[in-house]
């Protein structure tokens, strides 16, 4: 999605002549090969975007730095539906889990060569077993929704597309640290270039949301790479445009039909694009931990409610119109539930009566406090948060509530976190503790690009 919203955004302010070179200098896939019995086309454009491993490709210094080891696994590290309305005025993203239970029509497999009948997998096995042309066909049977394009990334574009855009802008109330990854972010706004971003976006290990808390800092990240494209006119310049497609198109595959002409309609119609013009959602969940036999553990979807997205899609309908908008700041969903997060709140500043006000607020929010607010023995900068590191996930929950916090670990302290609030306390931020056992049964999470980006005094 980076690669496609990079080339689609420039191609509003750049020739024909340049357009058609960035054609000739994409690899070509046949990703529709002998499909039949197809869904019948809606309105606007469907573009599968694929995003592959891509291991292969990385150079020896990137594997240490990003934590990029393992063999390439030759299937989908992301698949997203990207539907473009008929008017060319909004982009609506879907994010369709890798682990999802899918059914793969008869096929021939691509590396032992047998003629295999239909048969259950995960979704990202689809790629490994017959490449493009059965992940269109697995995702038009699951969907209903006719692919009109495919377009398919790597690692190494991911990256190089990120440098030379200058770094994506990318905030968090609360500390990003996954061992698996590599990342570690501390709160605040960062500018993650090439490596980094790939990081940010391929992080599973960071809360309990597991993959589909990858999916939606995925979202994020694209939102605001469609910011720093729009605003920043770098894609308007034809010299700065020609360094970023010379840098990322050596590791683009597109079918056939997305050349020229389809850039440069895209290009053109979508000139006034911003993030309030791109929507995002996650195909919704009726179940987690659908065991399969023989594929382990999958994600089940809702019937219902994802039957409703696609529909939405094939009709051209925005997801967002008529929906009403928070009057508040949404609560941020937490990997543990507050209501057996046990906390005292210690006063580190000249306030009075301070402690008292977050001890109730955090109350309020769900967390176990005493009830019995205390006075720090010193004064502090900083809100800092204490806790023993065997209860490191209740101290990572506490800090979503505490944007800008500092959490230290104290081992041995035992189970009660302790918050010191300091002069930079900026106040308590509600949560909401999401039990994977139990999805979701409201509207589906559907948020606007520009909802997702840093504010302005981020």
Not at 45 to 60: A, S, Y
Not at 152 to 163: A, L, Q, R, Y
Not at 299 to 313: H, V
Not at 400 to 411: C, F, I, M, W
């Amino acid at each position: 999605m980076t690669t496609l919203s990079v080339v689609v955004l420039a191609s509003a302010g750049i020739g024909h002549a340049v357009v058609t070179s960035l054609d000739a200098g994409i690899a070509r896939v046949d990703a529709f090969k002998d499909m039949k019995d197809r869904p019948q086309a809606g309105h606007g454009m469907n573009i599968l975007l694929v995003g592959t491993d891509g291991r292969d490709k990385i150079t020896e210094g990137q594997r240490r730095a990003f934590h990029l080891g393992g063999q390439p696994c030759h299937c989908t590290d992301t698949m997203m539906i990207v539907h473009i309305s008929e008017g060319r005025e909004r982009a609506t993203v879907v994010s369709l889990p890798r682990d999802s239970f899918a059914e793969a029509p008869a096929h021939r497999d691509q590396t032992t060569g047998r003629q295999l009948g239909p048969h259950p997998l995960k979704l990202n096995a689809a790629y490994a077993e017959g490449g493009p042309p059965l992940t269109v066909r697995t995702v038009e049977n699951m969907t209903h929704v006719k692919i009109d394009h495919y377009l398919e990334v790597d690692f190494t574009s991911f990256m190089k597309t990120v440098d030379v855009l200058g770094g994506v802008r990318i905030c968090t109330a609360t500390p990003l640290k996954d061992t698996y990854s590599g990342l570690d972010l501390a709160p605040g706004t960062h500018t993650l270039l090439g490596g980094q971003a790939l990081q940010y976006v391929r992080s599973r290990h960071l809360d309990g949301d597991s993959d589909l808390g990858r999916m939606k800092r995925q979202q994020r990240f694209l939102a605001a790479l469609i910011e720093k494209a729009t605003s920043s006119g770098v894609l308007l310049n034809p010299m700065r445009f020609r360094d970023v497609t010379r840098a990322v198109l050596g590791s683009v595959r597109a079918d056939a039909g997305f050349g020229t002409d389809e850039l440069l309609d895209l290009g053109r119609a979508m000139r006034n694009f911003s993030p309030s013009s791109s929507e995002f959602t996650t195909v919704p969940i009726g179940r987690m931990d659908y065991p399969v036999k023989g594929i382990g553990s999958t994600l089940k979807w809702d019937p219902a409610r994802s039957a409703r997205l696609f529909q939405a899609l094939r009709d051209d309908r925005p997801l967002t119109t008529g929906r009403p908008r928070p009057a508040a700041p949404a609560a941020t969903t937490v990997e543990t539930d507050p209501r057996g997060i046990r906390v005292e709140v210690a006063n580190g500043t000249t306030t009075t009566g301070l402690a008292k006000r977050i001890d109730a607020e955090l109350a309020a929010t769900g967390f176990a406090t005493t009830h019995r607010p205390v006075t720090a023995p010193a004064r502090l900068p900083a809100t800092v948060i204490t806790y023993d590191p065997r209860w490191d996930r209740s101290a990572r929950t506490l800090a979503a509530a505490l944007p800008g916090s500092e959490l230290r670990a104290a081992p041995g302290q035992g189970p009660v976190l302790k918050v010191t609030a300091g002069a930079g306390f900026r106040g308590v931020q509600a949560v909401r503790f999401k039990d994977p056992r139990h999805p979701d049964d409201g509207a589906e999470s559907v948020v606007r690009g520009n909802e997702v980006v840093c504010s302005g005094n981020a």
